[in-house]
Structures are given as structure tokens and as C-alpha cells.
């Protein structure tokens, strides 16, 4: 997994923000989960930057370009020690089924311009052979 962070201004007291440039506008209708989805990662760069310096952000910022809004949240540490146990679950949860070749189809919008429906089980398709879970290569 990897994600690049777009900006992360330091205060002179040495407070970090980061900051999420949007280039997209998203629908009024679909506003809300846009925002939702654009915060769990940068929530998860704040994380990392509180993992990796030692200091939780105190404040992180979408940018949407095109209407020119802006979207402020800060965390507190605590919060932020609650999502990374919510990122912990997720990461055992992918790594169980990729042990187990338990990934179930989850459906949604973007079915509808995806490539690969005639292999989804959702569409009534067949998957191809589980190929099995990497192994770590020996040290």
C-alpha cells in the first residue's frame, strides 16, 4: 500500500497540517460520502505522520479545486490512536482472507464500468483459481 501525502505545512511551534487537493467536484448528493472516504485517508496520513515524527496533525485539510471549498477537521491524539485500531482490523481482516481466498465481491456504482464482470461472482461469473497468499521471502 502506499499514498502520497499532497502537502504538510509546519508551524513554528512545530504543529503539522496536512493537506488534500481535490481535483474532482463531487455531487451534492454524493457530497457527504466524497468527504467521508477523502477523510479515512487523511486520517490514515495523519497516523502515519504521528507514528513516524512523534506528533499528531492538529489540523487536516481538503482543498476541492474545482469549487474552491474547503474541509477542516483536527483530531485529537486519542482519536487518532482509535483509527489506527480500526486500521489494525482492517489489515488482519485482509490478511485472513488472503489465507483463507475468502474476498467476497462488493457491489456498488462502479460495477457498472467494470471490466472484469464475466470472472465476478456477483454478476454470476466464475473467478479465476486463487493463486494463494504471498509468502515472505526467506531472510
Not at 24 to 52: N, T
Request: hydrophobic share 40%; with cysteine; proline share 11%.
Amino acid at each position: 500500500m502506499r499514498g502520497y501525502i499532497d502537502r504538510i505545512d509546519v508551524a513554528a511551534t512545530g504543529e503539522l497540517r496536512v493537506v488534500d487537493y481535490k481535483t474532482g467536484k463531487a455531487p451534492p448528493a454524493a457530497r457527504a460520502l466524497a468527504e467521508f472516504k477523502a477523510m479515512f485517508q487523511m486520517k490514515f496520513y495523519a497516523v502515519a505522520l504521528f507514528r513516524s515524527r512523534g506528533v499528531p496533525p492538529t489540523r487536516l485539510r481538503l482543498i476541492y479545486l474545482a469549487d474552491g471549498q474547503l474541509l477542516d477537521y483536527s483530531p485529537d491524539r486519542d482519536e487518532l490512536l482509535r483509527f489506527e485500531k480500526t486500521l489494525m482490523a482492517i489489515w488482519r481482516a485482509i490478511q485472513s482472507a488472503g489465507e483463507t481466498g475468502d474476498f467476497r465481491p462488493n457491489p456498488s456504482r462502479l460495477c457498472d464500468w467494470c471490466p472484469h464482470q464475466q470472472r465476478c461472482p456477483a454478476f454470476g461469473g466464475t473467478p479465476p483459481p486463487y493463486p494463494g497468499w504471498p509468502t515472505e521471502p526467506a531472510a
